[in-house]
């Protein structure tokens, strides 16, 4: 055993010592996903103890009803971020001198398609028969102009300058973080709560611009240029469509919850749902630090290329698996200590949930490949396919188990969408076989523990 250990260590050693010799800035890599790393840590912790002070405050009931305008706001204001932010981060990283120019067009793009969305949500609110909902929806939306101005924060990340962008983001959730605990202790209305998001991203993003102005003098230069609007978006359109498909099948569930079985379901099932989504950044976090690193190792050649990926697929799967399995195993424990008894039910939810978050995390890992090859067709088809799987799973089960049978369809559109679907397709059959390796990493790692048994003589 400690010879196995020992070895195991001497390859995680040599492959870190090649990693320092063919990244010259590792240092600055370091600091970067330390800066992150610190900051989801603290928005983790933090966001977990309010979130669940304000859905014990508003009782599954009114938590279910602003959850459900949420997920009605996200669904129809998917498109507004248009798919552009991988793409400009690798665009920032090759040509930094053309960021006026890139920045200035997505903004201005980004907000048209804002205001086009709260249009159409505006229009829609109208439709809605309970007034509630519907002045929760028009509040909640809000929040797709105000993220428009979160375009400035993509070039602290290709500069791998997260500090500036952990500082900005971390005001804005002060602010919010305040402004809920105020809400609960003057026990204010549900209505009230709605603001809460809309504070948080509008002084996140003017806190980002104004940091911005102080590191970078381009600010002025900003401009939309037709020509980059249009080659970004011949290019993104993929991703617009996949960004919607996303959305769709990671809040469909909540909307037809409430449709089928009122709105006191939803808030039972987002209990749960967002003790795993809280994990969500993570991969997001690691991903958006790891885009350069990735599109520069192509250069290194086919086989540390793949190596390279397939560690940083090992690791998404190492790092999913050190949440699923307490949270699985103390779904009780944890939803009744942190919800209370009114939100028992929701511990089934969360063992059964928690499952996603491995192909989330190798999704993420995932789509890296497939933007470094150019595979963003593909990225729209195979998530269009789970939203349709988890549309018509979701039809098939809510009707018998509720919200279990809403966060069964989840993991199994996730699972198909991320590991089954790429090995259909030749050109990222090789990615699906290491996504299929990565899922097996822990007993990979345990195989390799294992003492050698010797053949008898």
Same mark, same amino acid.
């Given at each position: 055993?400690?010879?196995?250990?020992?070895?195991?260590?001497?390859?995680?050693?040599?492959?870190?010592?090649?990693?320092?010799?063919?990244?010259?800035?590792?240092?600055?890599?370091?600091?970067?996903?330390?800066?992150?790393?610190?900051?989801?840590?603290?928005?983790?912790?933090?966001?977990? #103890?309010?979130?669940?002070? +304000?859905?014990?405050?508003?009782?599954?009931?009114?938590?279910?009803?602003?959850?459900?305008?949420?997920?009605?706001?996200?669904?129809?204001?998917?498109?507004?971020?248009?798919?552009?932010?991988?793409?400009?981060?690798?665009?920032?990283?090759?040509?930094?001198?053309?960021?006026?120019?890139?920045?200035?067009?997505?903004?201005?793009?980004?907000?048209?398609?804002?205001?086009?969305?709260?249009?159409?949500?505006?229009?829609?609110?109208?439709?809605?028969?309970?007034?509630?909902?519907?002045?929760?929806?028009?509040?909640?939306?809000?929040?797709?102009?105000?993220?428009?101005?979160?375009?400035?924060?993509?070039?602290?990340?290709?500069?791998?300058?997260?500090?500036?962008?952990?500082?900005?983001?971390?005001?804005?959730?002060?602010?919010?973080?305040?402004?809920?605990?105020?809400?609960?202790?003057?026990?204010?209305?549900?209505?009230?709560?709605?603001?809460?998001?809309?504070?948080?991203?509008? +002084?996140?993003?003017?806190?980002?611009?104004?940091?911005?102005?102080?590191?970078?003098?381009?600010?002025?230069?900003?401009?939309?240029?037709?020509?980059?609007?249009?080659?970004?978006?011949?290019?993104?359109?993929?991703? *617009?469509?996949?960004?919607?498909?996303?959305?769709?099948?990671?809040?469909?569930?909540?909307?037809?919850?409430?449709?089928?079985?009122?709105?006191?379901?939803?808030?039972?099932?987002?209990?749960?749902?967002?003790?795993?989504? *809280?994990?969500?950044?993570?991969?997001?976090?690691?991903?958006?630090?790891?885009?350069?690193?990735?599109?520069?190792?192509?250069?290194?050649?086919?086989?540390?290329?793949?190596?390279?990926?397939?560690?940083?697929?090992?690791?998404?799967?190492?790092?999913?698996?050190?949440?699923?399995?307490?949270?699985?195993?103390?779904?009780?424990?944890? @939803?009744?200590?942190?919800?209370?008894?009114?939100?028992?039910?929701?511990?089934?939810?969360?063992?059964?949930?928690?499952?996603?978050?491995?192909?989330?995390?190798?999704?993420?890992?995932?789509?890296?490949?497939?933007?470094?090859?150019?595979?963003?067709?593909?990225?729209?088809?195979?998530?269009?396919?789970?939203?349709?799987?988890?549309?018509?799973?979701?039809?098939?089960?809510?009707?018998?188990?509720?919200?279990?049978?809403?966060?069964?369809?989840?993991?199994?559109?996730?699972?198909?969408?991320?590991?089954?679907?790429?090995? #259909?397709?030749?050109?990222?059959?090789?990615?699906?076989?290491?996504?299929?390796?990565?899922?097996?990493?822990?007993?990979? @790692?345990?195989?390799?523990?294992?003492?050698?048994?010797?053949?008898?003589?």
């Amino acid at each position: 055993m400690n010879a196995s250990i020992r070895s195991l260590a001497a390859t995680w050693k040599t492959r870190v010592n090649r990693f320092v010799e063919t990244h010259p800035n590792v240092k600055a890599i370091v600091s970067n996903v330390g800066w992150l790393s610190l900051d989801t840590i603290v928005r983790m912790l933090t966001g977990l #103890f309010l979130g669940t002070w +304000v859905a014990r405050y508003l009782q599954p009931g009114y938590f279910g009803e602003i959850n459900y305008a949420l997920a009605i706001a996200a669904l129809v204001g998917a498109p507004a971020g248009l798919g552009i932010t991988d793409i400009l981060i690798r665009d920032l990283v090759k040509r930094p001198q053309d960021a006026a120019n890139l920045l200035g067009t997505a903004f201005f793009s980004r907000m048209a398609a804002a205001l086009v969305s709260y249009a159409i949500l505006a229009v829609y609110s109208l439709t809605l028969p309970n007034s509630l909902t519907r002045q929760l929806l028009l509040i909640s939306a809000l929040t797709l102009c105000t993220q428009a101005l979160t375009v400035a924060g993509l070039r602290f990340k290709a500069d791998l300058r997260s500090k500036q962008l952990v500082i900005a983001g971390n005001i804005g959730f002060a602010v919010s973080a305040l402004v809920r605990i105020f809400l609960v202790l003057l026990r204010r209305p549900v209505v009230e709560f709605a603001w809460v998001a809309v504070i948080e991203t509008g +002084v996140a993003a003017v806190m980002t611009v104004i940091i911005y102005a102080q590191c970078y003098s381009d600010l002025p230069k900003w401009r939309f240029e037709p020509a980059t609007a249009s080659r970004l978006l011949g290019e993104s359109w993929p991703l *617009i469509l996949s960004a919607v498909a996303v959305t769709t099948y990671m809040r469909i569930d909540q909307v037809m919850l409430a449709q089928m079985l009122g709105t006191k379901q939803v808030g039972l099932y987002t209990a749960a749902t967002k003790l795993s989504e *809280i994990t969500y950044i993570v991969p997001s976090i690691l991903s958006s630090v790891l885009l350069p690193s990735i599109v520069r190792s192509k250069a290194l050649g086919p086989e540390r290329y793949m190596a390279r990926l397939q560690n940083y697929y090992d690791m998404s799967a190492g790092l999913a698996y050190l949440l699923i399995v307490p949270l699985s195993l103390g779904s009780s424990f944890i @939803i009744h200590f942190l919800y209370g008894k009114v939100y028992e039910s929701s511990s089934a939810v969360l063992t059964v949930q928690v499952w996603a978050l491995l192909f989330v995390f190798l999704g993420a890992a995932r789509d890296q490949f497939l933007i470094a090859e150019g595979f963003l067709k593909f990225s729209f088809f195979s998530t269009f396919l789970g939203a349709v799987l988890n549309i018509g799973i979701n039809l098939f089960l809510i009707p018998r188990y509720g919200p279990l049978g809403a966060a069964s369809a989840t993991v199994i559109a996730f699972a198909i969408t991320v590991v089954v679907c790429p090995y #259909f397709y030749s050109s990222t059959r090789q990615m699906s076989l290491q996504l299929c390796r990565a899922i097996f990493f822990p007993f990979r @790692i345990w195989m390799r523990l294992r003492p050698k048994r010797s053949l008898p003589v």
